[in-house]
């Protein structure tokens, strides 16, 4: 089984730098994705780590420490776009399938 | 835009009703997935087809009734709800639903509410 915690709730300023953070417990690792999903909306794919290190794709970053069972999303230069709800998927290596945490939302402000 | 459409977007029925979602994808993927998304809780999987054959069924109540009639067309028959299913249904695809490097993208769900 997988067991996947995030914090729920963070506000930043416009401008600024958040960090959203993922730790995760599952018998066997086999990825970690990064999804944004705006109230109502699909959630869609940011990110994917599955060797240990930092993954940067513009404003947003992804970073993994398998042996913490550890992930961060890092997400610069905040735009008020970027206030979303942030979900870290875990996927399981027996049967490939994702694992969702309950989301972080982040709330950015001016 | 993601490829992957769902119809409708907001459904109210009753618990006596019968209704049916509807999920396209328009990415050439073989495989779908049906999870729900309630207020505070994880995603949950409720079924996944690879090449229309259903390879999973996560101990979902028989009220809900999936069909694939093909790769690109996935629904989700609704029949004698109850209050608590009142949720976000996500419909998702990927290339594949048994590799490593398959990305699942999601369709924008269906807000469904049970009265």
């Known amino acids: 089984g997988q067991n996947i915690d995030q914090p729920t709730e963070m506000t930043a300023t416009e401008g600024a730098i958040v960090q959203i953070n993922c730790t995760y417990q599952t018998s066997g690792f086999n990825g970690l994705f990064w999804y944004q999903q705006h109230a109502g909306e699909a959630p869609t794919f940011l990110s994917y780590?599955?060797?240990?290190g930092l993954e940067e794709k513009g404003r947003f970053s992804s970073f993994l420490s398998r042996s913490k069972g550890y992930s961060y999303l890092l997400l610069k230069e905040l735009q008020m776009k970027d206030s979303a709800s942030y979900l870290c998927?875990?996927?399981?290596?027996?049967?490939?399938?994702?694992?969702f945490g309950k989301g972080n939302q982040v709330v950015v402000i001016p | 835009e993601t490829g992957v459409t769902q119809t409708p977007r907001h459904l109210v029925m009753g618990m006596t009703n019968k209704k049916s979602l509807k999920c396209e994808q328009h990415?050439?993927?073989?495989?779908m997935y049906w999870y729900k998304q309630s207020a505070k809780k994880p995603l949950e999987l409720m079924f996944v087809y690879n090449f229309k054959e259903q390879t999973e069924n996560n101990s979902v109540p028989s009220r809900f009734s999936p069909e694939c009639p093909n790769s690109s067309h996935l629904f989700l028959h609704l029949h004698t709800l109850q209050p608590e299913d009142s949720a976000l249904y996500l419909c998702?695809?990927?290339?594949?639903?048994?590799?490593?490097?398959?990305?699942?993208?999601f369709g924008p769900g269906t807000r469904l509410l049970v009265l």
């Open positions: 998702a695809s990927s290339q594949g639903a048994g590799t490593t490097l398959e990305t699942q993208y």
């Open positions: 998927a875990v996927r399981d290596r027996g049967n490939n399938r994702l694992a």
């Open positions: 780590n599955v060797l240990d």
């Open positions: 990415l050439g993927h073989n495989a």
